[in-house]
């Protein structure tokens, strides 16, 4: 069993819809979650990071995370075509450890 | 400032070949990280360095190896390349708080 389970999809939503993207871990000692965005061809780039579990709010995004469950989500909010992209969760054990644990990410198409 | 570089974007090898990559990070990262990604895997960690020191590693064999530089570039190799090794390498460079990724190398093995 993976460490980082993450649905693949392809998961294809209507343009202005609330998308839900969603991990689940088993290695208790991750203390630091981040979402990464991969468009094609391109290296993926930092969403959001948080380290405690709750909710965390940037613009349309936000991060949750339920450390009791071992579950992350990211939400996309009035989601846009230029969001469609794979998302990718990352985990690691403390801040600052290059040693990122990834899911294998989320195909989205946002269809406008 | 300018991103994170990796040459060559693709590149075509045949098995038991070796292949070195090469990554540039930001100006002033220190630290350098490389990760393989494949559609069945997803990103896998390989290596970090840090001021020219191996700091942390994945689990991956010893085919697998790295270097830094004094002026922080950074160099992966992999020896006797199996079909397996086909993947995008990634190089990131990171700040205090984020980790910043190149567009990668993707390498077919035939």
């Known amino acids: 069993q993976k460490e980082v389970e993450q649905d693949p999809g392809p998961l294809s939503v209507p343009e202005g819809a609330i998308v839900s993207l969603n991990c689940t871990y088993s290695?208790?000692?991750?203390?630091?979650f981040m979402w990464y965005r991969q468009y094609s061809r391109k290296g993926p780039e930092l969403l959001m990071y948080t380290y405690s579990s709750g909710n965390k709010e940037d613009g349309r995004f936000t991060a949750q995370v339920d450390k009791s469950s071992k579950y992350i989500s990211l939400f996309i909010r009035d989601s846009q075509p230029s969001d469609s992209a794979t998302y990718l969760c990352a985990m690691s054990d403390a801040f600052g450890n290059e040693k990122l644990t990834f899911g294998t990410g989320t195909r989205l198409t946002i269809i406008p | 400032k300018a991103g994170v570089t990796q040459t060559p974007r693709y590149l075509i090898k045949t098995r038991g070949q070796q292949v070195t990559l090469s990554c540039s990070p930001i100006?002033?990262?220190?630290?350098v990280s490389w990760y393989q990604q494949t559609p069945g895997q997803g990103l896998q960690f390989l290596f970090e360095?840090?001021?020219?020191?191996?700091?942390n590693k994945g689990n991956f064999p010893g085919r697998f190896s790295g270097r830094q530089f004094s002026n922080s570039r950074s160099e992966m190799n992999v020896s006797t390349l199996e079909l397996g090794d086909s993947a995008l390498y990634l190089c990131?460079?990171?700040?205090?708080?984020?980790?910043?990724f190149g567009p990668g190398t993707r390498l077919l093995v035939l």
């Open positions: 100006s002033g990262h220190r630290s």
């Open positions: 990131a460079s990171r700040d205090q708080e984020t980790q910043y």
């Open positions: 290695n208790s000692a991750f203390q630091y």
């Open positions: 360095y840090f001021s020219e020191t191996q700091r």
